[in-house]
């Protein structure tokens, strides 16, 4: 997504008013977070997930994707429900029925390929690396 800065950076170039208006019209009007994240924003990445059962024990370990995104954009997109803070990350799965994970990642900058325990929104404990190669086997 380009930022505002760079739209105007363009307009100079484009020689046409009306067309450079239009190009700032056109840029999303989302509020930037204080600390930017927009390099995890972008694509998505291999992830392997386990959830903890009730009895402590680990479900089976899925491959998934997940999406990056910040909390500004999170709100944004939860309508205000969420309530995190601007430049929070959140890792995003999407699973094919049912809906979708939102896991918090504490002031982390991106998952790491090393299992990683955290917590979802709702509470539910997940295990969870940024890899697939490993998958089948125990974290």
Request: aromatic share 8%; charged share 20%.
């Amino acid at each position: 997504m380009p930022s505002q800065t760079t739209a105007f950076a363009l307009l100079p170039r484009l020689g046409h008013k009306l067309c450079g208006a239009l190009v700032v019209l056109a840029l999303p009007l989302l509020p930037l977070p204080a600390q930017a994240n927009s390099f995890m924003l972008q694509g998505t990445v291999n992830v392997c997930a386990s959830y903890q059962k009730a009895d402590k024990s680990w479900s089976p370990r899925y491959r998934a994707m997940v999406a990056y995104m910040d909390g500004a954009h999170l709100n944004k997109l939860m309508y205000g429900r969420m309530h995190a803070a601007d430049d929070d990350l959140f890792a995003i799965i999407v699973w094919r029925r049912g809906e979708p994970t939102i896991i918090d990642l504490q002031q982390r900058q991106g998952l790491s390929t090393a299992a990683t325990v955290l917590k979802d929104v709702k509470g539910k404990t997940w295990q969870i690396s940024r890899t697939w190669r490993r998958c089948s086997d125990h974290f």
